[in-house]
């Protein structure tokens, strides 16, 4: 029996429905008065599945506040990261949503403006944020950097597990001759064994914080460039960043926007690029009518970011999120901006080009699976891709994100339709997709999640293009998301 739990966050509102997979019973049959259903060849090993389970449906946090990133620890937790007025606010919630255990509204004289992107919380239940901070943002005295003169500007906050204080915090921008200069945003976290923190991102700086030996330490041109960094949060000061590195192209834009790390510290990451972002030899590069044009890449760095172990072109459009197996290969979901974005031989969906899900193989070099996902309408935005934690190869992934059409394919839907059709109105649902091993739509999984209002902004796994992420998959297989619609937010878990 293979259980899952997904909670989805918009706003103040998380929901969260519970997946069981087993043997999927067949469509009901209707004889004689009754109903009954058709089970070719089960296994009585596997759980019988008719229906998936709403577990709970809660509003989080208050009114007045805004949640745009989600995580889950091992007991079940939801750990929530918001803006309370412009502060920065988290809240932990219990498993089985009931219970609020902290709402830490970090504040600080002066105030300060924080905007959070992404959280991820460690197995002692510590949280780290990341994001993008004005002035007065309330660093630590073990910080990188404590202060920055103007502007807004990556940061990293560490809060213990009890809500009560934190123990790092720090931006991430230039500060030559002790004036920050351009603009800085952290989009994605990911975490270690040893909780040493990977960030992701991008930046306009020229003289943004790179450190020696890294794959790339100048931005000419000072584009909007994107950045990988490392810190070490037990350290304090310089000591603190493990490295830090440029990563794109010289002449165009790059965004980064997800990241995770594997077993050995080598990052990946994905998200927006020129035509000029760096491909490295031998590995997979789209050769299509939109050649020249830039968009999805997939790239490896080593530990140290000294080097780039793959970088592999996937085609016009842009990746949200991303996740990574124990054999390295890389798993990715975003949107495409052209037809002939790469697709493989068997996939789920080779029509409808709108949201894709590719599995890269650990070298880079080939894809495992590429498909799209999108009904007919080719109005989907697939936000963030999880897979089940310690997966060590051949592993099915969850996506979710929103659609503004009414045309997504379901199976054994809680909820079959975009509810905003109902009155002759158009909106955004959110949705999850459960992908087999070969890209294939899992048995169970492929629904339309509804709130009152429309689901867009943020869906944890995102729902807007500004804020991101957090599809949370337990090893007991319930599944979490959440998001934010119009000015509520929602957490959903759910077992089917």
């Given at each position: 029996?293979?259980?899952?739990?997904?909670?989805?966050?918009?706003a103040?509102?998380?929901?969260?429905?519970a997946?069981?997979?087993?043997?999927?019973a067949?469509?009901?049959?209707?004889?004689?008065?009754?109903?009954?259903?058709?089970?070719?060849?089960r296994?009585?090993?596997?759980?019988?599945?008719?229906?998936p389970t709403?577990?709970y449906s809660?509003?989080?946090?208050?009114?007045g506040?805004?949640?745009t990133?989600?995580?889950i620890?091992s007991?079940?937790a939801?750990?929530?990261?918001?803006r309370?007025?412009s502060a920065?606010?988290?809240?932990?919630?219990?498993?089985?949503?009931?219970?609020?255990?902290?709402?830490?509204?970090?504040?600080?004289?002066?105030?300060?403006?924080?905007?959070?992107?992404?959280?991820?919380?460690?197995?002692s239940?510590n949280?780290y944020?990341?994001?993008?901070a004005?002035?007065?943002?309330?660093?630590?005295?073990?910080?990188?950097?404590?202060?920055?003169?103007?502007g807004?500007?990556?940061?990293?906050?560490?809060?213990?597990?009890?809500?009560t204080?934190?123990?790092?915090?720090?931006?991430?921008?230039?500060?030559?001759a002790?004036?920050?200069?351009?603009?800085?945003?952290?989009?994605g976290?990911a975490?270690?064994?040893?909780?040493?923190?990977?960030l992701?991102?991008?930046?306009t700086?020229?003289n943004?914080?790179?450190?020696?030996s890294?794959?790339?330490?100048k931005n000419?041109?000072?584009?909007?460039?994107?950045f990988?960094a490392?810190?070490?949060?037990?350290k304090s000061?310089?000591?603190?960043?493990?490295y830090?590195?440029?990563?794109?192209?010289?002449?165009?834009?790059?965004?980064?926007?997800a990241?995770?790390?594997?077993?050995a510290g080598?990052?990946y990451?994905?998200g927006?690029a020129?035509?000029?972002?760096?491909?490295?030899?031998?590995?997979?590069?789209?050769?299509?009518?939109?050649?020249g044009?830039?968009g999805v890449y997939?790239?490896?760095?080593?530990?140290g970011?000294t080097?780039l172990?793959?970088?592999?072109?996937?085609?016009?459009?842009?990746?949200?999120?991303?996740a990574?197996?124990?054999?390295?290969?890389?798993?990715?979901?975003?949107?495409?901006?052209?037809?002939?974005?790469?697709t493989t031989s068997?996939?789920y969906?080779?029509t409808?080009?709108?949201?894709?899900?590719?599995?890269?193989?650990?070298?880079g070099?080939?894809?495992?699976?590429?498909?799209?996902?999108?009904?007919?309408?080719?109005?989907?935005?697939?936000?963030?891709?999880?897979?089940?934690?310690?997966?060590?190869?051949?592993?099915?992934?969850v996506?979710?994100?929103?659609?503004?059409?009414?045309?997504?394919?379901?199976?054994?839907?809680?909820?079959?339709?975009n509810a905003?059709?109902?009155?002759?109105l158009?909106?955004?649902?959110?949705f999850?997709?459960?992908?087999?091993?070969s890209?294939?739509?899992f048995?169970?999984?492929?629904?339309?999640?509804r709130?009152?209002?429309?689901?867009?902004?943020?869906?944890s796994?995102?729902?807007?293009?500004?804020?991101?992420?957090?599809?949370?998959?337990?090893?007991?297989?319930l599944y979490?998301?959440?998001?934010?619609?119009?000015?509520?937010a929602f957490?959903?878990?759910f077992?089917g």
């Amino acid at each position: 029996m293979l259980r899952a739990r997904v909670c989805f966050l918009l706003a103040l509102f998380i929901s969260c429905i519970a997946l069981t997979a087993g043997v999927l019973a067949q469509a009901p049959q209707q004889s004689r008065g009754r109903i009954s259903f058709d089970i070719p060849r089960r296994d009585r090993n596997l759980s019988l599945i008719k229906d998936p389970t709403l577990t709970y449906s809660t509003f989080v946090g208050v009114s007045g506040e805004t949640y745009t990133a989600s995580a889950i620890d091992s007991s079940g937790a939801i750990y929530l990261a918001g803006r309370s007025g412009s502060a920065l606010v988290v809240e932990k919630i219990s498993a089985d949503g009931t219970t609020v255990l902290y709402h830490d509204v970090i504040t600080s004289i002066p105030s300060y403006n924080a905007t959070p992107e992404d959280i991820r919380v460690d197995s002692s239940g510590n949280a780290y944020v990341v994001g993008l901070a004005g002035v007065n943002f309330p660093t630590t005295s073990n910080a990188f950097l404590q202060s920055v003169s103007s502007g807004s500007h990556a940061f990293l906050a560490v809060l213990n597990s009890t809500g009560t204080s934190l123990t790092y915090a720090t931006y991430l921008a230039d500060t030559t001759a002790g004036k920050t200069t351009g603009f800085d945003q952290a989009n994605g976290i990911a975490l270690d064994s040893t909780n040493k923190v990977y960030l992701t991102g991008f930046t306009t700086s020229g003289n943004f914080p790179a450190t020696a030996s890294v794959v790339q330490t100048k931005n000419p041109n000072t584009v909007e460039m994107g950045f990988v960094a490392k810190f070490d949060p037990t350290k304090s000061g310089a000591a603190s960043l493990v490295y830090s590195t440029y990563l794109g192209g010289l002449a165009t834009t790059t965004f980064e926007n997800a990241i995770a790390v594997d077993s050995a510290g080598n990052a990946y990451v994905t998200g927006n690029a020129g035509s000029d972002f760096p491909i490295t030899p031998g590995a997979f590069s789209y050769n299509g009518e939109g050649l020249g044009q830039g968009g999805v890449y997939v790239t490896k760095l080593n530990s140290g970011s000294t080097a780039l172990s793959y970088s592999a072109y996937l085609g016009v459009g842009t990746a949200n999120g991303i996740a990574v197996d124990g054999n390295g290969d890389a798993y990715v979901t975003g949107n495409v901006s052209i037809e002939d974005f790469p697709t493989t031989s068997g996939a789920y969906q080779t029509t409808s080009p709108a949201g894709f899900a590719t599995e890269v193989n650990a070298n880079g070099s080939a894809l495992v699976y590429s498909t799209f996902l999108s009904g007919p309408s080719e109005l989907i935005n697939p936000t963030d891709i999880a897979i089940q934690p310690g997966c060590a190869s051949a592993c099915s992934a969850v996506i979710v994100g929103f659609t503004g059409g009414n045309d997504l394919p379901t199976t054994n839907p809680i909820q079959s339709f975009n509810a905003s059709y109902v009155n002759g109105l158009t909106g955004n649902d959110a949705f999850i997709t459960e992908l087999n091993d070969s890209g294939q739509l899992f048995h169970v999984h492929r629904r339309y999640i509804r709130r009152k209002h429309h689901e867009h902004h943020s869906l944890s796994l995102h729902l807007s293009k500004w804020h991101r992420r957090c599809l949370y998959v337990r090893r007991n297989q319930l599944y979490r998301f959440s998001g934010h619609a119009h000015d509520d937010a929602f957490s959903v878990q759910f077992r089917g």
